[in-house]
């Protein structure tokens, strides 16, 4: 099966921790790429420690290091530097999320990487990005939205700046598609022009976020408004936002249509909107959005969520849950599109996401479960790079690699 995966034969070198980096390893992982993940020894990727603990396992890490291979070797020491060398030298792909100047440190420069390797993708994922006075600094998701933009717009209009997505490293998992889609469009560059080089690719954490902040920039160099918080509500349009039904649950709906507009004011019991002056446009409606949400939010608390889901379905308006966990575990439609069962030799057979995006002819899979630290060692030593028990046991001996097979 694996042989059908678009990314077969692609091998992938992974340094760096948490999420950010690695998710790139995975989403190519998940196309058939082998992905040989370096850890350092002891602790490994703080991954394994971040974010709730069931049994023993991260549940990040039981999700975001799945078809991987690990590979511990002690990068500070030269020894372990070598044996890095080789393995670049068998890779198509290095994703680099270590500090910047870290591989540089150890001698591994543009040039010098473009000079032993010049077939080899380099995709590097930092805080800032490789140019630019920031460029040395390092940083995780809260600083990244901070500095995009997307903190300072949102949050309530007379609240704080707030992170979007709270405690969900939304930056991490967005920059990390990004990097996966610049080493895929490396690569294909690469068949297109055969014998082209391998090229660089740089990610910065904040890049993302800030491709979809960037219209508002331009809004203030055309006009100089400050986007300000909005809470819940849409760029445009009335009612938009989140609504508390009569049960306690919440849901969320976006109205922008003249036609739907008026679906909804017969519906809550205020057809004479239809005819009314002030929301005969969308630009004219999103300024009377208090005065409409008030109304909305009266006709929804009144009722229960099914019933108003129903109702603004049979009408074909634009509705929709807001989930907890809880409701997602028992969700039919999710069931169905949204995760998979996956046997993991610690948790037993649990729930995972599946795998995107969805090809229809070659789809990603999930082929086994995130690796115990080490697990690949001798593997990829002896096996890879056809090193000898002799040596592999020295290295083992000297502490520059750790084995889970000893």
Request: charged share 20%.
């Amino acid at each position: 099966m694996e042989k059908m995966l678009p990314l077969a034969g692609i091998r992938v070198i992974e340094l760096g921790e948490l999420i950010a980096g690695p998710f790139i390893g995975t989403l190519l992982a998940e196309f058939g790429a082998e992905v040989i993940k370096v850890e350092r020894p002891g602790q490994g990727d703080i991954m394994r420690q971040f974010g709730p603990i069931a049994n023993g396992e991260s549940v990040f890490w039981v999700g975001n290091a799945r078809n991987k291979k690990s590979v511990v070797l002690d990068l500070k020491q030269e020894a372990g530097q070598a044996v890095l060398r080789d393995l670049l030298a068998k890779g198509d792909v290095l994703v680099n999320s270590l500090r910047p100047g870290t591989l540089e440190g150890w001698g591994m420069t543009d040039s010098h990487l473009r000079s032993l390797y010049p077939q080899l993708v380099v995709v590097y994922m930092s805080a800032y990005g490789r140019g630019g006075p920031y460029s040395g600094a390092g940083g995780y998701d809260p600083i990244a939205q901070g500095y995009s933009g997307l903190s300072h717009a949102t949050g309530e209009a007379d609240g704080a700046p707030m992170r979007a997505g709270g405690a969900i490293p939304v930056c991490d998992f967005m920059a990390g598609m990004l990097g996966a889609l610049g080493a895929v469009l490396s690569l294909y560059a690469q068949k297109v022009h055969r014998g082209e080089q391998g090229q660089v690719v740089d990610i910065g954490l904040y890049d993302a976020a800030f491709r979809m902040i960037g219209p508002l920039l331009t809004n203030y160099d055309l006009t100089g408004e400050v986007w300000k918080r909005n809470g819940n509500r849409s760029l445009s349009g009335a009612p938009t936002g989140h609504f508390e039904t009569s049960d306690g649950l919440w849901v969320c709906t976006s109205v922008h249509s003249d036609q739907h507009f008026r679906k909804l004011a017969v519906l809550i019991g205020r057809p004479d909107w239809t005819s009314d002056e002030r929301f005969a446009s969308l630009k004219l409606r999103t300024q009377w959005r208090d005065e409409i949400e008030r109304y909305v939010a009266a006709w929804i608390g009144e009722r229960s969520r099914e019933d108003v889901i129903a109702a603004f379905n049979h009408l074909g308006l634009t509705i929709g849950p807001i989930n907890s966990v809880a409701d997602l575990s028992t969700d039919e439609h999710l069931e169905r599109r949204g995760s998979v069962l996956h046997a993991h030799p610690v948790l037993g057979t649990i729930r995972v996401p599946d795998v995107v995006p969805r090809l229809e002819g070659t789809p990603g899979t999930i082929r086994h479960a995130a690796p115990r630290l080490g697990a690949h060692t001798r593997e990829v030593l002896s096996g890879l790079l056809s090193y000898s028990e002799t040596r592999f046991k020295q290295l083992v001996a000297d502490r520059v690699v750790y084995s889970a097979d000893g």
